[in-house]
């Protein structure tokens, strides 16, 4: 089968030096360390929501259990997957700052190092 000639094919896609660099330990590293955090804190988070949806619909008269006045478990259960939401933001925060950015930094430097200029997104993040 051959390429339409309006469809490019892979290495004219892209720049070259994205494969040096996707090649790199640094970037093997990066994507270890991002998956690391990712897909447990996803699968965390998952489990938890399905935990609330199954109690809800198998547990009733546990979730209708009042707690104060006219608040629930199940009303709890609901506001501490918003709690959970931005509780895993603010975590992923602190962990793409400290163990994510400066290797991604590093990468963008060296791909700078190899281009001679800034990486087309940083180029377009700064206005340029």
Same mark, same amino acid.
């Given at each position: =089968?051959?390429?339409?000639?309006?469809?490019?094919?892979?290495?004219?896609?892209?720049?070259?030096?994205?494969?040096?660099?996707?090649?790199?330990?640094?970037?093997?590293e990066l994507?270890?360390?991002?998956?690391?955090?990712?897909?447990?804190?996803?699968?965390?988070?998952?489990?938890w929501?399905?935990?609330?949806?199954? =109690?809800?619909?198998?547990?009733?008269?546990? =979730?209708?259990t009042?707690?104060?006045?006219n608040?629930?478990?199940?009303?709890?259960f609901?506001?501490?997957?918003?709690?959970?939401?931005?509780?895993?933001?603010?975590?992923?925060?602190?962990?793409?700052?400290?163990?994510?950015d400066?290797?991604?930094?590093?990468?963008?430097?060296?791909?700078?190092?190899?281009?001679?200029?800034?990486?087309?997104?940083?180029?377009?993040?700064?206005?340029?």
């Amino acid at each position: =089968m051959t390429t339409p000639p309006d469809v490019p094919d892979q290495a004219s896609r892209h720049d070259p030096v994205y494969d040096q660099l996707s090649a790199a330990p640094e970037f093997h590293e990066l994507r270890k360390r991002y998956r690391g955090f990712v897909l447990p804190a996803t699968a965390a988070f998952l489990a938890w929501y399905l935990l609330y949806i199954l =109690m809800s619909n198998y547990a009733g008269s546990f =979730m209708d259990t009042k707690v104060v006045g006219n608040i629930n478990v199940a009303l709890v259960f609901g506001l501490l997957q918003f709690a959970t939401t931005f509780g895993l933001a603010f975590l992923y925060a602190r962990y793409s700052e400290s163990k994510l950015d400066p290797l991604a930094r590093e990468l963008n430097a060296e791909y700078v190092a190899q281009k001679g200029t800034h990486s087309p997104r940083r180029h377009h993040e700064e206005g340029h």
